[in-house]
């Protein structure tokens, strides 16, 4: 067994960068060789795009780039030692495991390749209207297939940190009972996940940044028996990790202060992180708990088909002409035997007066609708856009021409026994090898609101002296995203600050972000439950606002669907912040 388990990360999302495989191969040398490259390809609207491409061709389902990433690198990985882990099989792991033993054959290598499967839930029947029901497997299955000498696995739906927990289980031989480990294998793997979002990739710190040209690089995880790890990136690749690139990344996409996972229930409240040196952050102190009793089930369903039109206002009389459009609009759909059942209004910003470009003095009136049937959102939606060309507002243009309706999905999580899911391995000889559930469970319902870690109201500060009008973000970091209809903010105090001044900064983030100001920086939020839950240990709190993104991404109407610029919105809203703290 090694002291250290090197495991990179060559992709976050299914159209990442496609070189990155290479670029992970080759950039380990002199010492650092990878053990293990993971891969990951799945989000919840990945799952509805791959449920759409079988319903042409019942043969697909799984990610195609990872095939061709394997025609171009699988040689080499094999050359250096590298086993490669993936969710890339996507709803039909057998399917691209098969694959891959075809590309290995064709470059004619010996690759020894196993798949994870039993995530997919559709013949349950439980959700009879499902285009995808996966439950979120954990690593054992992985470490099952790693230990007995897979070079490739590839699974289904696994959370997106148990590629990492899996190679960690196979390495250190970790047990169902080894908490602590394996919730700091889940804080490396929920790093790694997302690519060079740990670099320095959508970071509201990206100034800070070494702008040297180069692409950022992807992370790595130096994994300790213990379950810590050291966060770097290979010598000579863009971006940098530092505590607050970190930060940024493990902020992403959770909700409170337990991150509930198939294998382990982690305490993101205990996590410690330190600066090693450039380019190196050490995480230790992770404590983890037994996991919940049931597993989380992503269900999407074919909601209807939607479509857009963008008209431009340019100049003055923004409100009247914003106003006759949309009562055209609206008589036109009063008039139509196809009126669309969901219409949705926005606008850009008033332009300023006096602009010195026409792009300047225009903003945007957008109106987006959704329908169980394509007809009242195609030719009647599209006609009655283009027809008011010659008899509506003065300057009349749209961004584009009205395009035809397009499919979108809903996203709603669900909750199984464990007794339902039959999570099993296929190693390379054909053998099945079915994974055991964990020897025990928490108690409690996982869907039931969890309060640890949550804002006190009123919060116990000091009051307030003297402040200044000033961007939230002047000390302030932000990352944000979505977790289906739900949006995810985390808001955090830099490190880059005067250390005299960071416990202050961290007390007065904790005291500013209530529920009430929330909704007071985010006024869509105003009638939406929000919870607010403090992360001490990182200089942090995280937000998470209910219901923001509708019926989720695939189906939402918001302008930022994801909520991936909700963060830096929150940012440049003005605040008052103490004299003392600047």
Not at 156 to 164: H, I, P
Not at 282 to 305: H, I, Q, T, Y
Not at 426 to 443: C, F, K, L, Q, Y
Request: glycine content about 12%; charged content about 20%; aromatic content about 6%.
């Amino acid at each position: 067994m090694a002291d250290r388990l090197r495991v990179g990360n060559c992709s976050g999302f299914y159209g990442d960068r496609f070189s990155a495989m290479r670029e992970m191969l080759e950039g380990a040398r002199d010492g650092h060789t990878l053990d293990v490259l993971t891969g990951d390809y799945l989000a919840e609207l990945t799952m509805l795009i791959l449920g759409r491409d079988t319903m042409k061709d019942a043969s697909l389902g799984y990610a195609r780039t990872f095939v061709r990433q394997l025609e171009d690198c699988l040689g080499l990985a094999l050359e250096r030692g590298v086993r490669i882990v993936s969710n890339a099989g996507g709803l039909n792991p057998a399917g691209l495991a098969d694959k891959v033993r075809e590309v290995a054959r064709g470059l004619g290598l010996d690759a020894t390749v196993a798949h994870v499967e039993g995530d997919d839930l559709r013949a349950l029947g439980e959700w009879p209207d499902a285009l995808t029901a996966n439950a979120y497997l954990g690593g054992f299955g992985i470490a099952a297939a790693l230990r007995r000498g897979a070079d490739v696995v590839v699974t289904g739906r696994v959370t997106d940190a148990s590629l990492v927990v899996g190679a960690g289980v196979a390495e250190f031989g970790w047990g169902p009972t080894s908490y602590d480990e394996l919730a700091g294998a889940v804080v490396a793997g929920h790093v790694l996940e997302c690519g060079a979002q740990a670099t320095g990739g959508n970071f509201s710190g990206f100034r800070s940044l070494p702008h040297t040209g180069k692409p950022l690089g992807f992370p790595v995880a130096e994994l300790a028996a213990d379950g810590s790890s050291v966060i770097t990136k290979h010598d000579g690749t863009g971006g940098a990790v530092t505590v607050d690139t970190v930060t940024a990344q493990l902020l992403y996409e959770i909700q409170s202060t337990r991150y509930l996972g198939p294998d382990v229930t982690t305490h993101l409240d205990s996590i410690q992180l330190e600066q090693q040196g450039p380019d190196r952050v050490a995480v230790s102190g992770v404590r983890g708990s037994a996991p919940p009793a049931r597993l989380k089930v992503c269900v999407n369903e074919l909601g209807g088909f939607r479509n857009t039109v963008e008209f431009v206002l340019t100049g003055l009389d923004i409100d009247a002409k914003a106003d006759w459009v949309r009562e055209q609009m609206e008589s036109a759909f009063a008039a139509s035997d196809a009126k669309p059942a969901s219409v949705t209004w926005s606008r850009t910003s008033v332009p300023h007066p006096d602009a010195d470009t026409e792009e300047a003095a225009s903003c945007l009136l957008r109106c987006a609708v959704k329908d169980p049937s394509a007809d009242p959102v195609g030719k009647p939606f599209t006609s009655a856009a283009v027809e008011l060309a010659l008899s509506s507002y003065p300057g009349f243009t749209m961004t584009s021409p009205p395009g035809p309706p397009t499919p979108y999905g809903v996203y709603r999580p669900a909750y199984v026994d464990r007794s339902a899911v039959t999570h099993t391995v296929v190693h390379a000889d054909g053998s099945r090898e079915v994974v055991p559930d964990p020897e025990s469970t928490a108690d409690g319902d996982a869907t039931a609101p969890d309060d640890t870690g949550r804002r006190a109201s009123p919060f116990p500060a000091p009051s307030d002296v003297v402040t200044r009008r000033l961007p939230l973000g002047t000390f302030v970091h932000a990352r944000s995203g979505d977790k289906g209809g739900d949006a995810n903010l985390g808001l955090w105090v830099t490190r880059e600050g005067p250390a005299d001044k960071y416990d202050a900064r961290v007390t007065w983030l904790s005291k500013l972000a209530g529920v009430d100001r929330v909704r007071a920086l985010v006024p869509e939020a105003e009638d939406l439950d929000i919870e607010v839950y403090l992360l001490p240990n990182l200089g942090a709190v995280n937000v998470l606002i209910h219901g923001l993104l509708g019926e989720g991404v695939a189906a939402s109407t918001r302008f930022d669907p994801q909520a991936k610029g909700l963060g830096e919105w929150v940012r440049s809203r003005m605040v008052a912040i103490e004299e003392s703290l600047l």
